[in-house]
């Protein structure tokens, strides 16, 4: 299991429906900023595959899917590199009334 990253500012409760059912003419993307972040303007780029309740309340989500094109530091068998990686599965919550949350990548 890799770290979990906090998310500082995400979508809406609106957004996120419209991200998990809108298909066509291609799947909406969603912008999650990690805290981390020490560029305002930086964001991860999301497609969501599956939303459930996380506590009944309708606001708290267990979310999966897949964020895009973001750079990874490789383990010690790829010497610590960085690489572009174009689709990196992850799993993770978020609360649609605080826009805040965490994910981890799924190896």
Known sequence: M????TLVNGPSKFDLMTALFIRKPEK???QFKPEHSTNDDY???AVITGVSEED???ES???SGYLRDIFVVGGPEHGGVA???HSQPFK????TSSRKGWLTFID
Do not use: H, M
Not at 2 to 5: L, P, R
């Open 56 to 58: 009944g309340s309708g």
């Open 83 to 85: 690489r572009k990686v």
């Open 2 to 5: 890799s770290a979990i990253i």
């Open 43 to 45: 964001t991860f780029t």
């Open 92 to 95: 993770g919550y978020f609360s």
């Open 28 to 30: 909406p993307t969603l």
């Open 61 to 63: 989500w267990n979310i």
